[in-house]
């Protein structure tokens, strides 16, 4: 994660292991290995307490019990992802603080100024860059908000309704890579985009579904091919590979969301009904 090269832009990375937004940096990050030098720094972290006041309906809630002072400081809504330029003495220049998993791809892509076209995140053809740019937040959308409501609703139906729109995010996903020839990268050709790196966390941790709900994804399904030549694409790159968190661990973790339990802004949102996305800091706050 370290570089010698002193005019490669530097970068303190405040993360936490088990967040799929977070992940989408860290794949920028590591997408980059070599243009882009970074130090993880973990700030969040959690503990039980009692339901004192039956918002989760379980007897028990899990709380973050800390944010870092330094993601308060840098982030308004204190989210992970952020990101913080580091000066050339290494001091963190946190006025320039950047956020938001999303934005936080084409920021790394757009420091990192790879030379070759094919390792650029974000395409230099406006056209491409406007479509990367719509699939990235139509499969936010529809491929990975749904992942909260599958785990966090209490009701069967509910958790049904929000599988299945996944799934139908997931085919039209399918369906747009077809028109390339192949699913490697959802350009195709082998080259990964920010569309890819919006999903792939999301895509990792779908096996949680069936061992919390008895759900999976029908990866046979037809309409499903592009998806799982992608799928088996993506997963084969070392610079995806090292980024994966253990599958155990993070089984373990998510249990929290899965039996209602966990306070969050993302839980908090879902509970209340507004999808995962729709996160809003006065409402979601705890």
Not at 131 to 152: D, F, H, I, Q
Not at 243 to 262: C, F, N, V, W
Request: glycine fraction near 6%; proline fraction near 5%.
């Amino acid at each position: 994660m370290t570089s010698a090269k002193s005019a490669v832009p530097k970068l303190r990375y405040l993360s936490a292991w088990f967040c799929p937004y977070a992940h989408r940096a860290t794949l920028a990050l590591e997408h980059h290995a070599g243009r882009v030098d970074y130090e993880w720094v973990e700030v969040r972290g959690w503990e039980q307490r009692k339901d004192e006041k039956n918002v989760t309906g379980t007897g028990k809630e899990w709380w973050y019990h800390w944010k870092a002072d330094e993601l308060k400081r840098t982030n308004p809504s204190a989210l992970v992802p952020t990101l913080i330029p580091l000066d050339d003495a290494g001091k963190p220049d946190e006025e320039k603080s950047v956020y938001e998993s999303l934005i936080t791809i084409d920021y790394v892509d757009a420091i990192a100024n790879p030379s070759d076209e094919r390792l650029r995140l974000v395409p230099a053809d406006p056209y491409l860059a406007a479509k990367c740019r719509y699939w990235a937040e139509k499969v936010n959308r529809e491929c990975c908000s749904p992942y909260y409501g599958v785990l966090v609703r209490t009701e069967e139906h509910e958790q049904r309704e929000h599988f299945d729109k996944l799934v139908t995010g997931l085919k039209a996903f399918s369906k747009e890579m077809e028109k390339n020839g192949d699913g490697l990268g959802f350009l195709g050709g082998g080259r990964l985009s920010n569309t890819d790196l919006a999903l792939m966390p999301w895509a990792f941790r779908y096996y949680i579904f069936e061992h919390y709900r008895g759900f999976a994804i029908p990866m046979d399904d037809p309409e499903l091919h592009a998806y799982k030549e992608w799928f088996e694409f993506v997963f084969s790159l070392d610079s995806v590979k090292r980024t994966l968190p253990d599958k155990d661990r993070y089984l373990e973790h998510i249990g929290k969301y899965a039996d209602s339990s966990a306070r969050s802004k993302v839980a908090n949102a879902v509970r209340r009904g507004a999808a995962a996305h729709e996160i809003e800091d006065e409402k979601d706050t705890y």
